[in-house]
């Protein structure tokens, strides 16, 4: 993934067209660029055009789930930092995300600044490897 | 000579001729001799010249009417008269010599009493032969009727036997021989009373009889041995004198009637003995409704100590005088008797409130039969029973079916909870992001107005969504089901397909939901309707969990049939084999490894109470099929709209 934008995108893939269109919302106004996919299918066809940027991503997806995405981008070899998220609270669903690279696990309804802040630390880290890169 | 001819007649016919039967004979005798008198002192007394053949007539006339003996004494009369006037000098004798005189007088008296003794023993002598004759036609008419009497006493079906006073057998008739077994050359000569070796020899003891017909039943024997019931009528008979001189005995084979009357009182008393054990209340009224018997179960379960309480009273007054609820119930509003009366089929009354002697009531059934003799409705049987505990524990079953139905709904969200949290968290979560995003939009500058609309709106219309979820589940979860409705059937397929679709989702199940656009309501409960189809789906999702994930097809579908609304839930799972098929519906049996085996029977319950149907069959290609079949009902007819009382399941 190579970033042809001045910040880094966030991929929001969620079957919820309310949450898509509600983060979608929030995280321009917060100064991030947004793309969002209803399905993981829909993101792993465009995957190729896709620059580089942060997966926000739904855990209970039909089709392909949000954990099968995760672990297809690790077969794929796709390095990518990713949020995942839940609507429903299961331990093990939580930690399989983690163990596939999740970087956060959030739980619907989760708070915004929760969020927020975890795309600005991801950012600062990615910033310091790119610098360090 | 002639005088001898004069007094002979008088000496034979003694005093007979002085018989008068009659008033009017007597006063015609004595005017005979009166005028015969006169006629004599015409003759004899004065000298009128009048011939003495004038008295003859006179003779005659008491010849004709009094027989010999009258032409006898008028005979005498005339002669001692005419002697005596004749003695005297006078009368036509006593011109002559007193030798002339003598022998005329003789000659006269001759002419006189030969005449007239002639003709009265002439007119004897008819008057005897007719006699004769008459006594004659009589005999033979006495005789015709004794022929006619034997006849009848010989072809009469009943044994007829004469008997002198020894009691020897004097007559046997056609129908003895046969009763008995005897022919008459056998009987008669015989002791009757030995012969037919009767119990009681007074039977026939003449002696002891008095005028009047003994009539009685007794045991006689035939000749082969075996005995014969018998109706006897035993009676003297008389001479013309009034002497007892023999017995009539008349025997009537009385065999099958007493074997019938012995045949009915056994059936009767069988009857009572079915009535009184049988734990039914029986009583039969007549077509005025008044009791003419009753069973001792009847007594029981009534109140009452004896049959006589209930025996000839009017039933409704006594045990159907009220409504249910208390309120007089007059016999002339009671159509039950007259419709009874007129159902020659009978009459079946599921639930009727009797009243006992106490006041109190019960809850009874009651099955009727019309009784008839002929084309004649006399009255009718009804057979009833205490139907209260059979009430009572339909009400406690049906309690605890709908806990049951409750608890199962509870336990189908317990199972979707998770899917159901992911349901209302979306939108909260949704509104959450919304909120905090029209909060940072405020800080801009110019004011980002249709995005700060546009986030409002959406957190609206979520928080709708997470509401409408929310109140899926608390109508799910509440115990009191809803009341009668009109169900529309695609809107709450649609409901339910909400509540498990992320259930379904998560595992993969892809439920594909076709809904017919002709879809009409249906009368129920819209709780109930949604408990069948979430049961019908969540087994079908079940079913196809294991299945490869492209493979994980549920689908639903509304279709309108005439008279009925069907709901089609298939799925593409392993089915179930024919034997489980035959116990699918019935309460604890189950094919998955967790679940009590409840879903399906209360489902079945549910749709029965709608008056429908619950059916599954076996897919031609793989999987089940499971149909709901409501009925198109129309409200009930005391009620007016919703709000009526709800199925019982």
Redesign the interface.
Known sequence: MTSTQSGPVIYVIDDDRSMRRSLRRLLKVSGWHVKAFASAEAFLAELETLGGGFLLVDIQLPGITGLELLERLQELAVPCRVIAMSGSSDATVEAQALRLGATTFLHKPFDPRVLLDALEQMAQAHEKARILG | MPRALLIAPLVFAGPSFLKFTAPTRLAEFAALVGLLILACYAVFGIKLQVPALMLLPFVIWASIRFGVGGSALSALIVATIATLATAFGRGPFALYTPFVNALLLDVFFATLSVSGLMLASLIAEREKAEEDHEQLIRRQAMMEVRLRLAAIVESSEDAIVGQNTDGIITDWNAGAARLYGYDESEAIGEVFSTLVRSGEKSDLDFTKMSNTVSRHETVHYRKNGTPIEVSLNVSPIHDGAGRVVGISAIAHDITGRQRAAKALRESEDKLRVILNSVAEGIFGVDFEGRCTFCNKASLRLLGYDSADALLGKHMHDLIHHSHPDGTPFPAAECNHLSQVLKTPEGVHFEDEVLWRADGTSFHAELWTKAQTQGDRVTGAVVAFSDITKRIQSEENAATLRDELAHLSRVGMLGALS??L???I?????????????AL??LE?QPLPVP?LR??LA?IR??NQ?AGEVLQHMRTLLKKDTGRLDEVEINPTVGEVVKLIK?NA??R?I?IDVELSPWMRPIIGDRVQVQQVILNLLMNACDAVENNERSARNVGIKTIPRKGSMIIEVSDTGPGISDEQLEHIFEPFYTTKREGLGLGLSICQSIVAAHGGSLEAVRNPSVGMTFSAIFPMQSWPQDSAGPNHARPKI
Not at chain 2, 425 to 437: F, K, V
């Open positions: 998770g899917a949290a992911h349901e968290n979306q939108p909260l979560a949704a509104i959450r992001i919304n909120a905090e995003a940072r939009l801009a995005d546009g986030a959406e219309d979520d969504r992320g989702v998560k993969n892809a």
